[in-house]
């Protein structure tokens, strides 16, 4: 037996990588997942901020039983969080007033949280008023699609 039968040639090794290599990819990946649990959690305080002003309003809203849900944004379904078919904000402006830059704030904060909607206005003042979010002159407890901002 010759010494080149002897010694056995190694294989060569398909997924081979460093451990630097290993740790670059856990800290992307947790990084990822920081963001994306960030964003659920920013999301499930906004509805509850909304929800505890709404019931001081005595606004009506649907029951838990009839929200009406749509595929949620990005990866969030990885992480069981469901989209929301609608959502409601409030904000506090009279007849004939323009949104305050609070309000305004408040309506941009919830179309980046909730891209897979179209937030919807809720408001309430005197009956039988007409300006941009109640057309009709309904007044009470009404809600509508948020006017485009500049």
């Known amino acids: 037996m010759s010494e080149a039968e002897a010694i056995p040639v190694p294989r060569k090794r398909r997924w081979s990588f460093s451990l630097r290599t290993l740790f670059v990819l856990v800290t992307l990946t947790c990084c990822w997942m920081g963001y994306q649990l960030n964003w659920i959690r920013q999301r ?34 990885v992480f069981g969080e469901r989209g929301r078919a609608d959502v409601y904000v409030w904000v506090d402006v009279g007849p004939d007033t323009p949104l305050t830059a609070s309000d305004l704030e408040r309506v941009a904060r919830a179309r980046r949280l909730f891209p897979e909607t179209s937030p919807l206005v809720v408001n309430s003042w005197a009956p039988g008023v007409k300006n941009n979010f109640d057309p009709d ?14």
């Open 44 to 77: 499930h305080a906004f509805l509850a901020e909304q929800t505890a002003i709404l019931n001081a309003h005595n606004f009506e809203r649907p029951s838990a039983d009839s929200i009406e849900y749509c595929d949620a944004p990005g990866l969030l379904w």
């Open 137 to 150: 002159g309904r007044g009470g407890n009404w809600s509508g699609p948020v006017p485009e901002t500049q």
